[in-house]
C-alpha cells in the first residue's frame, strides 16, 4: 500500500555535496517519522538521519554539521542534503518511513516501510 522511492544518488568526488529524495506514495493516513539509513558493503546498516512529523531531527555523529535532512510534511517527501562527503559516506543509502496506512482487510495500520536504496560513491 505503501511504495518508498529514493532518488539522487551518484557519483562524486570527495569534498562534493548530493542530495538525495524520498518519496513516500500510495495510502498514507500520516507519517510519523522518516529515516536515512546507509549500508556498505560488509558493513551493518546504520541511521544517518531522521525526522519525525513534528520537525525534530536527529543525526549520526558522523554527519553532524555535513548532513541535513528536511522535509516530511509538504508532499511526503524527505531529503538528505549531503554536503564535504567523504569516501566513508559510500554506501546504499536507503530512506525508511513509520508510516498509517490501511491494512488489507481496511483497517489502519502502522507499519514500516523501506525504499530500494540509491547508491552514492564517494571516490577520487
Known amino acids: 500500500q505503501v511504495q518508498l522511492a529514493e532518488s539522487g544518488g551518484g557519483l562524486v568526488q570527495p569534498g562534493g555535496s548530493l542530495r538525495l529524495s524520498c518519496e513516500a506514495s500510495?495510502?498514507?493516513?500520516?507519517?510519523?517519522?522518516m529515516d536515512w539509513y546507509r549500508q556498505a558493503p560488509g558493513k551493518q546498516r546504520e541511521l544517518v538521519a531522521a525526522?519525525?512529523?513534528?520537525?525534530?531531527?536527529n543525526y549520526a555523529d558522523s554527519v553532524k554539521g555535513r548532513f541535513t535532512i528536511s522535509g516530511i510534511n509538504a508532499k511526503n517527501t524527505v531529503y538528505l542534503q549531503m554536503n564535504s562527503l567523504k569516501p566513508e559516506d559510500a554506501a546504499v543509502y536507503y530512506c525508511?518511513?513509520?508510516?498509517?496506512?490501511?491494512?488489507?482487510?481496511?483497517?489502519?495500520?502502522?507499519?514500516?516501510?523501506w525504499g530500494q536504496g540509491t547508491q552514492v560513491t564517494v571516490s577520487s
Open positions: 525508511h518511513g513509520l508510516i498509517r496506512t490501511m491494512d488489507v482487510g481496511g483497517g489502519v495500520k502502522v507499519a514500516e516501510y
Open positions: 500510495g495510502t498514507i493516513f500520516s507519517i510519523n517519522a
Open positions: 525526522i519525525s512529523r513534528g520537525g525534530t531531527t
